[in-house]
């Protein structure tokens, strides 16, 4: 039982390598069959990255769980959980933007031109993921706060996009089909792991309503509007947890 969070581990990368996997083959090929050529559309693949990365993030939850449940820690599984968390919350999120960078492009008069620069910016999505992870893994542990969003609070937004690139909600989808866009996006995404901004956890203890009220307020706005919003739900929930951090006061220094 002593492995089973490193387990769950290994079951966010499994998934976070999986979402690489549907996302690089997120664009239309050429197929032939019984001698006759076809264009398949490549659009459902991205539809599963987005996918196999929320999966990977129930992996993530579940691992630190069953780790306090079982009452485990190791430097092994921290190490495990960052390097897991790099791949299916920054790679893997990389890839979908990516992607988008490279079909907002090809829609314009001059797609043949564009070179491979104009959507590398997405990769900056995981190096500073990487430097996030890092300073979280050598700072004091508190158990009321983080110190600038989580990576998988980013990685499970970015995931949200091909989603609502898929259903189009009120057109948003079209509308983030941008590179402007895409750069601001990835930018404050960027500057959002790597800030001193203080995000409450998610870690609830007790139903302490005085203690753990940002936490329920965040909880219960998501749930009355996953109905109504549907996909857009998850980038509402995402603003939300920012705005309520602001009006978080941490009990730990």
């Not at 969070?5 to 549907?22: D, K, S, V």
């Not at 987005?50 to 993030?57: D, E, F, R, Y």
């Not at 306090?68 to 897991?84: C, E, M, P, Q, Y």
């Not at 690139?165 to 895409?182: A, D, S």
Request: hydrophobic share 55%.
């Amino acid at each position: 039982m002593k492995h089973l969070p490193n387990l769950l581990t290994l079951g966010n990368l499994f998934f976070g390598c999986m979402a690489i996997a549907f996302i690089l083959h997120s664009q239309p090929f050429l197929a032939e069959v019984n001698g006759e050529q076809y264009w398949i559309s490549g659009t459902t693949q991205a539809y599963y990255g987005s996918i196999c990365i929320l999966i990977a993030g129930i992996f993530d939850l579940l691992d630190g769980m069953v780790a306090r449940w079982l009452g485990v820690t190791s430097a092994i599984g921290k190490d495990l959980d960052s390097l897991s968390d790099i791949v299916s919350f920054g790679v893997a999120p990389s890839m979908i933007l990516m992607k988008m960078l490279w079909a907002s492009y090809m829609q314009q008069p001059n797609a043949m031109e564009v070179s491979m620069l104009s959507m590398s910016p997405a990769f900056l999505l995981a190096c500073f993921g990487a430097l996030r992870l890092a300073r979280f893994n050598n700072s004091p542990a508190t158990t009321s706060y983080f110190t600038g969003v989580p990576i998988p609070a980013i990685g499970l937004v970015v995931a949200s996009f091909p989603l609502i690139n898929f259903y189009n909600p009120l057109g948003i989808g079209f509308k983030m089909q941008q590179p402007w866009l895409l750069y601001i996006i990835i930018a404050i995404l960027c500057w959002l792991m790597v800030s001193k901004l203080k995000m409450f956890t998610l870690k609830v203890s007790s139903f302490n309503l005085k203690k753990y009220w940002v936490q329920f307020a965040w909880l219960g706005l998501t749930l009355i509007a996953l109905p109504f919003l549907k996909i857009l739900a998850v980038p509402f929930s995402f603003l939300l947890y920012i705005v309520l951090s602001f009006a978080y006061k941490p009990t730990e220094a």
